[in-house]
């Protein structure tokens, strides 16, 4: 059992930055697929970052590749989205989502492959 903290949301004007912070409480922190995920008002669910924590195989959606960064602290179980070039459109609810894989390579966004998500914290980007 994977539980989540996520901490690090805020607002921001538009071109600032922000970062977020997900720590993970588990027994262990390798062969973990950790996911950034975000939901705008009336939108879906949308996939951001995601990371492999055994070999830190990484994978982003078109919309924020170039601005923004995610990376792992494995001693502090803890995975990170470095947010640049804040746009306005970048407005949502993010929240954390971790999964067990025995596989190497990219974490793809399935949803039903996290089993574990943490409570969001909301980033506003204003123009």
């Known amino acids: 059992q994977v539980q989540l903290v996520e901490s690090g949301g805020g607002s921001v004007e538009a071109g600032g930055s922000l970062r977020l912070s997900c720590a993970a409480s588990t027994y262990t922190f390798s062969n973990l697929c950790m996911g950034w995920f975000r939901q705008a008002p009336g939108k879906e669910r949308e996939g951001v970052a995601s990371i492999y924590t055994r070999g830190g195989y990484t994978y982003y959606a078109d919309s924020v590749k170039g601005r923004f960064t995610i990376s792992q602290e494995s001693a502090k179980k803890t995975v990170y989205l470095q947010m640049n070039s804040l746009k306005p459109e970048d407005t949502a609810m993010y929240s954390c989502?971790?999964?067990?894989?025995?596989?190497?390579?990219?974490?793809?966004?399935?949803?039903?492959?996290?089993?574990?998500w943490g409570q969001g914290t909301q980033v506003t980007v204003s123009s």
């Open positions: 989502a971790a999964g067990f894989r025995w596989s190497f390579g990219v974490c793809l966004f399935r949803e039903s492959e996290y089993g574990a």
